[in-house]
């Protein structure tokens, strides 16, 4: 089976579809922990007498010297009795001809978003006299980015947010709500995981796999298998295939087009059994996990739809067919 030779010695990385193979972490150098304290220690000596000069005080002073000796920088989002933040827009970007990218600007520079992995961020808009508009959005961006956050929006026909935020220019502003939280993510959680997703449904699977490949100690493999209708509709191409040339040991990623250009080489159609039976690690592997994001019917074919957003509901579809558990698949 394929799906226990994968991780056998890396052979060269073609573009078919079953060709692909899994990569060894880079060497370790000098401690990253060592640099970052000793060059943070020399920014904030070196900064205090601007600051004071400047007379904007000793507080910016202390919080930058608190941040290097704790490496807990400020937190845009801290959850619980938070409430909603408005957010500037800064930039809008196009992807493609149904998708934009979003740049939002935190309250000040010097915050991270204060997301977890895996979490998310409710977005709302509400129209005068009309119910508020709600929806749930992974930022793109790194967790430890200061001063940003990075949303990429697909749009959908009769889709209030998607439209709205489509329609938004630089300079208005957006209210934003979070973390909110999904899989609580810990380094060499699962030994293997697969991630299944459809649409913008790539955005959290973006977020769990940049989070494990940036992590030397994560020795966690990756198996992504992605359905889009056209190849223009590949979200985050690029950045996968950057992580696909640099740990061609650990992680593979296998689209699937429904409308493929004539010299596709990939899966053409959707995302079926016979596909997942091939690729993905064995329901009998010890220590997997397979995640699902993506469209309604998507859900409905490969896993089954989640009751609420606290329930998973039943496991049904491909995955139940071919014999995982449902311990083993978490929906998004």
Known sequence: MFARSAFRAAQPLKRNLLSRTYATEPSKGISTNTILYTLGAAAVAGGAYAYFASGKGADSVSAKAKEVVTGQPKKAFTG?????????????????HNTKKFIFQLPEDDMVSGLVIASALLTKYQNEGQKPVIRPYTPISDEDAKGYIELIVKKYPNGPMSTHLHDMTPGQRLDFKGPIPKYPWAPNKHDHIALIAGGTGITPMYQLARTIFKNPDDKTKVTLVFGNVTEEDILLKREFEDLENTYPNRFRAFYVLDNPPKEWTGAKGYITKDLLKTVLPEPKSENIKIFVCGPPGMYKAISGTKTSPTDQGELTGILKELGYSKDQVYKF
């Open 80 to 96: 619980g009795d938070q409430g909603f933040i408005s957010l500037l827009l800064k930039d809008v970007q196009t992807v493609n």
